[in-house]
């Protein structure tokens, strides 16, 4: 019976990693699709959030099978409450990226200035594929000391993208006011641009309950 429920943590836990990549590499995908101007590869790269949804359902209802075949002692019960959450936490980083490659690639089109707008959006982007595919190897790791540095890790670039967005944001209201005609552009750049800040923030969710679920402690709200 021990030896099953193990199978069954083991699988939810590739599962969880399988799913979180899918977010990953459409980022990366995407960060290609910006300094290459390649719209088809924005496509590709949104195409690899298909079925995003679909994966965390397939999880959550072999984490409650988990927990109906077996009586999980305190910390396999923990980890189990954690996966529910990071799997919502997931699609919700995918959600957010779906978006920003849905408005930035139509932004491509526009006439404002893209080359200043990429000396801060790149590096921000970066900070954020950094964020999301540190979370997500978290949940191979069993050392206390590797998860806890990466937890760390997860938070210093999640504190980047929230100053990089910053900069980006005060940029570009100033350009708007001098660019009237092309607030609306400037404005859903702006939007855009926000998601990626968000997907950072999801994956400062991610670590934080992944931490919860093998180290233990307090449950803070990231």
């Not at 965390?56 to 209802?61: A, E």
């Not at 404002?112 to 999301?132: G, V």
Request: aromatic share 6%; proline share 1%.
């Amino acid at each position: 019976m021990l030896k099953n429920f193990e199978a069954m943590i083991e699988q939810i836990q590739n599962d969880i990693y399988t799913m979180g990549n899918k977010v990953v590499l459409a980022n990366e995908k995407s960060l290609e699709a910006i300094k290459s101007s390649d719209i088809e590869l924005f496509k590709k790269s949104k195409s690899e959030l298909n079925n995003l949804a679909y994966a965390s359902d397939k999880i959550d209802n072999l984490i409650l099978k988990t927990l109906a075949l077996h009586q999980p002692e305190a910390k396999d019960l923990r980890s189990m409450v954690s996966y529910l959450k990071i799997t919502n936490e997931i699609v919700r980083a995918g959600t957010n990226t779906k978006n920003f490659i849905k408005h930035f690639s139509r932004s491509l089109h526009s006439e404002i200035d893209f080359e200043n707008i990429l000396e801060f959006s790149i590096p921000l982007q970066n900070a954020s594929i950094l964020a999301i595919k540190t979370a997500i190897q978290i949940v191979k790791m069993d050392d206390t000391q590797l998860i806890e540095e990466s937890f760390q890790k997860v938070l210093v670039e999640e504190s980047k993208t929230d100053d990089l967005y910053a900069m980006i944001e005060k940029n570009l209201l100033k350009k708007l006011s001098k660019e009237v005609e092309l607030s609306k552009d400037y404005l859903d750049i702006l939007s855009s641009l926000r998601r990626l800040e968000k997907v950072a923030d999801r994956a400062a969710s991610i670590a934080n309950l992944l931490v919860f679920a093998q180290v233990g402690g307090e449950l803070h709200q990231a």
